[in-house]
């Protein structure tokens, strides 16, 4: 089965930095991309970042909010990927969603990790 | 970048139909995903290319397109589809969901 494993949420001041884990397993890690997706609590989904297979050259693209803030890489070897989030500012408090995508109907999510940003 | 709008909630009968829209000009030439969110759920992939219904996905849940808008229609609503339901598409480097709609099925 495909499993998502999300890790690394916590409480963070605000202007500072976070680094969330994906392990991954159940499926072709490294021939799928792999997203980051964020709600706020009670708001809807919003897009963080994504990045390609490594057959797509590993490109990456982030939403408007967090572009130049944050970073998305992957470990193909190890199954994970990672956001690294710094500059923090409270609007960032959100459930951070790994969520993963193929062609067609392959589209699995985690169940989340926890962002806080305290002023 | 783009956008895509859905009403922010809907509400139907048990057993009845409804649909809920979702408006983007990206949608002209790029297809719709649509996911369901249960409370306290991670959200889960309810249609993909604006209508296909992955396995497992019962038959009331349909898609359609026409222009810069995709449906979901829901034939028979049942009570446990009382959820969250996002419209979702990508371009280029860019991707958007909607704004979400609550479905009250009472």
């Known amino acids: 089965d495909v499993q998502l494993v999300e890790s690394g949420g916590g409480l963070a001041p605000r202007g500072g930095s976070l680094r969330l884990s994906c392990a991954a397993s159940g499926f072709n890690f490294s021939a799928s991309a792999i997203h980051w997706v964020r709600q706020a609590s009670g708001k809807g989904l919003e897009w963080v970042a994504r990045i390609t297979s490594e057959a797509n050259g590993h490109r990456t693209g982030f939403g408007k909010p967090t572009r130049g803030r944050f970073i998305i890489s992957r470990d193909d070897s190890k199954e994970m990927a990672f956001l690294q989030m710094d500059s923090l500012e409270i609007e960032d408090t959100a459930v951070y969603y790994c969520r993963t995508t193929e062609e067609n109907d392959f589209d699995y999510w985690g169940q989340g990790t926890l962002v806080t940003v305290s002023s | 970048s783009f956008e895509l709008t859905q009403p922010s909630s809907v509400s139907v009968s048990p057993g009845q139909t409804v649909s809920i829209t979702c408006s983007g000009d990206?949608?002209?030439?790029?297809?719709a995903r649509w996911f369901q969110q249960k409370a306290g759920q991670a959200p889960s992939l309810l249609l993909y290319k604006d209508a296909e219904r992955p396995s497992g996905i019962p038959e009331r849940f349909s898609g359609s397109s026409s222009g810069t808008t995709v449906t979901l229609t829901i034939r028979g609503a049942q009570v446990e589809d009382d959820a969250d339901y996002y419209c979702?598409?990508?371009?280029?480097?860019?991707?958007?969901f909607g704004g979400g709609t609550r479905l009250t099925v009472l």
């Open positions: 990206v949608l002209a030439k790029k297809y």
């Open positions: 979702y598409s990508a371009a280029d480097n860019y991707q958007a």
